[in-house]
């Protein structure tokens, strides 16, 4: 059981400047897991991979609660790469496995593609870092509240969707998380405002590790029309599509995915 | 060059503006806008003050050499306003850098100006600050007609036009972008949004309803002074920016608003404060106490 237990650590990067604060649980290979913009959240997809791996899950600079002026100290893109490289250095980790979903989809591409062996295998869920004239991304941190649940789920009605989507009863509880929601879109915010692309096709070809790609085929953010372009852009890498399912696959279809996810990890 | 022009009567004020600006476009990151106004305003003041060309090595922009011609003719640079809505840390600002405090009354005073104005008052005895009616500046629509019933028929269609059209059509969620305001200030607002005053209704706001929240103070000359005089004494604010113009209210209302407003209210406005403090934050030409320097002021307040 202990294992199960969320265990914070905190790891000095950027000559001291900024803590990560890494989240870790489970027991088994490493394996790295890169949050989307709102930021860190434990859901039955990591808890489930957590049985099996040790699953670390460093927190954006900026996006831990109480330490929220980290994102100050990070001025660009290059630097957050960087920093998250001086993470998991710092944390011993050899080769983990990783997955990134979304806004940590590109950070995870981003990293393989400036150390080409810093995994030993990569998932992208629904990564942004392209752009298609033909399928604008859709700007999720300018996007009414209201239409965010439409924007990350084919079927926003469906009970993952809701368990997600779930504000906290008390007032103050849940003042204090949907500020610290904001404030995370906001902090990622920062390094793809105001066209989620900053050159990550130009690098794409230095990425070594073995990358699947999972796509949500009525992804409402980030078209699946981006999975085959971004697959034909990193070599030897295969493309899955999530039937009936939005720009959150792990949660919109869990079972789908987990069926993904597992052989290709355990390769 | 405008202060060249005129002879030494530039104010200057510094908004950071709306997020539809700098943020949707011009394409500036939201959490960059306040770094990148706090950089840019020190740019600005530096070149007022130095004497010499300098480079400028900043963190949003970079200048080998910086050297402003003409220079401006007040001795001290004109004197420096910030706009704020509410937020303690740009009161804070103000209050430790002796700039002027200038907030809009576009939410209805009726509803914010208690909560504001306590605010900065009660920051200002934090600090030890003394408090100057002249640091603080409101801007208020105001409409003027020779009677309160007159008023409401040839100026409520265009009050109704403005603040439905403008203000009232930027959604909520474009007024506060992810990123554009501190997490601290966000809790602050989610917690409790009454510094927005009449800002979510005002897409459909009535006439009657923008009047009663003090969005707009409109009425005979007699019903407008009263109300002016007793906000600004209430609150103590010494500077008033009288919005006359707004709309779609047309050249001949605009000019009759001003005429009305300028002849039978401003006097009553003109002596509130006339005696009693030194203006610093106003032009030495237009009766100003010499725009104190920071420093200057510093001094000031540590004879106290």
Redesign the interface.
């Given at each position: 059981m202990s294992s199960m237990i969320v265990e914070n650590l905190k790891v000095p990067a950027w000559g001291g400047l900024v803590t990560i604060n890494v989240q870790v649980k489970g027991q088994g290979p490493d394996l790295i897991y890169f949050h989307p913009a709102a930021g860190m959240a434990w859901d039955p997809f990591l808890d489930e991979l957590a049985r099996s791996y040790r699953v670390h899950a460093p927190e954006f600079p900026g996006t831990t609660p109480g330490n929220p002026y980290d994102i100050h100290k990070v001025d660009c893109l290059p630097d957050a790469v960087l920093i998250y490289e001086e993470a998991i250095r710092a944390l011993g980790l050899k080769q983990p496995l990783a997955i990134g979903q979304s806004f940590g989809g590109m950070i995870a591409l981003e990293l393989a593609s400036s150390y080409p062996d810093i995994f030993s295998r990569l998932i992208v869920l629904d990564p942004i870092g392209l752009w298609k004239p033909s399928h604008p991304v859709t700007n999720w941190i300018e996007a009414a509240p209201a239409d965010l649940p439409k924007i990350l789920f084919k079927d926003p009605a469906s009970s993952a969707a809701q368990a997600m989507l779930a504000v906290p009863d008390d007032p103050e509880t849940a003042v204090l998380a949907t500020a610290q929601l904001i404030w995370n879109l906001g902090a990622t915010g920062k390094f793809v405002w105001p066209i989620p692309e900053k050159g990550l096709s130009k690098r794409l070809h230095r990425v070594k590790a073995p990358v699947l790609i999972v796509w949500g085929e009525d992804d409402a953010l980030i078209s699946s029309a981006y999975a085959a372009d971004l697959g034909r852009q990193i070599a030897g890498s295969r493309v899955e599509i999530v039937k009936d399912c939005g720009h959150i696959p792990q949660v919109e279809k869990h079972d789908d995915t987990m069926a993904i996810v597992r052989p290709f990890l355990a390769a | 060059m405008i202060d060249c022009i005129s002879n030494g009567r530039l104010v200057s004020g510094f908004p950071v503006g709306l997020p539809c600006d700098a943020?949707?476009n011009n394409?500036?990151?939201?959490?960059?806008t306040r770094?990148r106004f706090d950089e840019n305003l020190e740019l600005v003041l530096r070149a007022w003050s130095e004497r010499k060309p300098f480079p400028f090595n900043g963190?949003f922009s970079q200048y080998g050499s910086v050297n402003i011609w003409p220079r401006p003719i007040q001795a001290s640079g004109p004197a420096v306003w910030i706009t704020g809505i509410g937020n303690p840390k740009t009161m804070e600002f103000c209050l430790s850098r002796s700039f002027g405090f200038n907030y809009f009354g576009w939410f209805g005073w009726k509803l914010t100006g208690r909560r504001i104005f306590d605010r900065f008052g009660s920051i200002a005895e934090q600090m030890g600050k003394k408090r100057n009616p002249f640091q603080i500046g409101f801007m208020q629509t105001i409409a003027v007609a020779e009677t309160d019933e007159e008023a409401e028929r040839i100026y409520g269609p265009h009050i109704e036009y403005f603040f439905r059209k403008a203000l009232g059509s930027i959604?909520p969620?474009?007024l506060?972008?992810?990123?554009?305001?501190d997490?601290r200030g966000?809790?602050f607002v989610?917690?409790d949004p009454a510094d927005f005053g009449m800002a979510a209704k005002m897409r459909t706001a009535t006439f009657r309803e923008l009047v009663d929240a003090g969005c707009v103070i409109c009425g005979s000359p007699e019903t407008v002074r009263d109300q002016l005089v007793a906000m600004c004494k209430d609150f103590g604010i010494g500077n008033l920016h009288a919005m006359l113009q707004f709309g779609s209210l047309p050249k001949e209302l605009t000019q009759r608003n001003i005429d009305l407003f300028s002849t039978r209210v401003l006097p009553h406005l003109r002596p509130i404060w006339e005696g009693e403090y030194d203006h610093h934050w106003w032009p030495e030409r237009l009766g100003g106490k010499p725009a104190a320097s920071e420093e200057k002021v510093r001094e000031e307040e540590a004879a106290l």
């Open positions: - | 943020n949707v394409g500036v990151p939201p959490s960059e770094a963190k959604p969620h474009r506060m972008l992810p990123g554009g305001i997490i966000l809790e989610l917690r």
